[in-house]
């Protein structure tokens, strides 16, 4: 719950639609990811197939709907210039739109910024 609410604070810092699903589920695929090694993780077997689980949904769903919650924050963001980004990482995640870079800088940061121990998850 801690690092959910710390994840939803700094997510809330960027113009996120927070009300579609994919806010959600991107949420949930950051604190999923915490568990994991960046190098090899594999969103499709390592966090859409658990997600799909949780929201009795497919994991193409799962990641169609992550993808519009990223691009959310693209369509708030056309006029604005002076948005400013917790990290270089998840501005360039952010602008290029790809799931996968944006949840390890999430993680990233987390353990930087916020001091958030990545340790593996129990299934």
């Known amino acids: 719950r801690i690092l959910k ?3 939803n604070k700094i997510l809330i810092t960027m113009p996120f639609n927070t009300s579609l699903i994919g806010y959600s589920m991107l949420v949930d695929a950051i604190v999923v990811s ?4 960046f ?3 594999n969103l499709k077997k390592d ?3 658990k997600l799909a689980g949780l929201y009795n949904v497919g994991s193409s769903t799962v990641e169609k709907d992550i993808k519009s919650a990223i691009g959310s924050i693209l369509t708030s963001t056309l006029n ?5 980004y917790p990290s270089k990482h998840i501005e360039l995640a952010v602008s290029d739109g790809k799931p996968k870079q944006l949840i390890v800088a999430m993680c990233q940061y987390m353990k930087i910024n916020k001091g958030m121990v990545l340790t593996p998850l129990s299934n």
């Open 39 to 41: 190098s090899d993780l």
């Open 80 to 84: 604005m210039t002076e948005l400013e």
């Open 5 to 7: 609410h710390e994840i």
């Open 47 to 49: 966090i859409y197939t």
């Open 34 to 37: 915490m568990g994991h090694s």
